[in-house]
């Protein structure tokens, strides 16, 4: 229950944004802060329940969002799993779009839920995984910077966050950041569960993240809807 979307700069980078939705009976998410594996620093909110992460970016402007595919026909077994948010995290200190794309395929994904996943490089490429429990398959191509989810009437929610982007570029190749910001903040009255800030009577957006990657530096901008946002940032490498 997610909506990702993406734009890269003319002077080299990328700017991102993420709306996290989740169920009322999860617990609290963690803000981000800048931590550091094997000398390298990376930034991710957590999931207060698990401890995993649906987003993160490093010094080496390599961004990974994960998102949970409901599409998907298989459904993950009881028993020794993971959460998909280890896989994230996992990649923490790939210095390469390819690297994190390896990481991920090293895991153990038949432990973990279905899901689909963009990796960012630091110059804006992505590449997007869909594992569905057989394999890791690496999606083609559609022309929109764009992923969305929905636990609830899926295949029309997902359809209708997608023809309000489509909306939004207008026949662009891409949007401005500021139009980015403004589609993550939309809400819909009378449609709650269809809209990117979305609110349902058992569910809800819990926070909107956008990722500022240039060539000097990063920045991850974190704000709980309802509360005061906050930055974190570090050097690029």
């Keep these: 229950m997610c909506t990702l ?5 003319r002077e080299g980078g990328y700017d991102l944004f993420f709306n996290r939705d989740e169920l009322n009976t999860r617990g609290a998410e963690l803000p981000p802060r800048v931590e550091a594996r094997d000398g390298i620093e990376f930034a991710a909110p957590r999931d207060g329940d698990r401890g995993g992460s649906w987003l993160l970016v490093n010094a080496h402007g390599v961004t990974v969002a994960l998102l949970n595919d409901y599409g998907a026909r298989w459904r993950l077994s009881s028993g020794d799993t993971i959460s998909r948010g280890a896989l994230v995290l996992a990649c923490a200190t790939a210095a390469t779009m ?3 794309v390896d990481l991920i395929r ?4 038949e432990r973990t839920g279905a899901f689909k996943v963009v990796v960012l490089g630091a110059d804006g490429r992505h590449r997007r995984l869909r594992w569905a429990g057989e394999a890791l398959v690496e999606e083609t191509e559609d022309g929109l910077a764009f992923e969305t989810s929905s636990s609830f009437d899926t ?3 997902c359809a209708a966050r997608r023809r309000e982007f489509e909306m939004l570029l207008a026949g ?3 949007a401005e950041r500021d139009e980015l910001a403004a589609f993550h903040g939309r809400h819909d009255t009378a449609n709650g569960a269809a809209s990117v800030l979305m609110r349902r009577a058992d569910a809800r957006t819990r926070s909107v993240t956008r990722v500022s990657v240039r060539a000097a530096r990063v920045e991850m ?3 709980a809807v309802g509360l005061t946002g906050m930055t974190v940032g570090f050097s690029r490498l």
């Design 5 to 9: 979307t993406w734009s890269v700069v």
């Design 98 to 100: 390819a690297v994190a």
């Design 106 to 109: 090293r895991m153990p994904l």
């Design 155 to 157: 295949e029309a929610v």
């Design 172 to 174: 662009r190749e891409q």
């Design 221 to 223: 901008y974190y704000e």
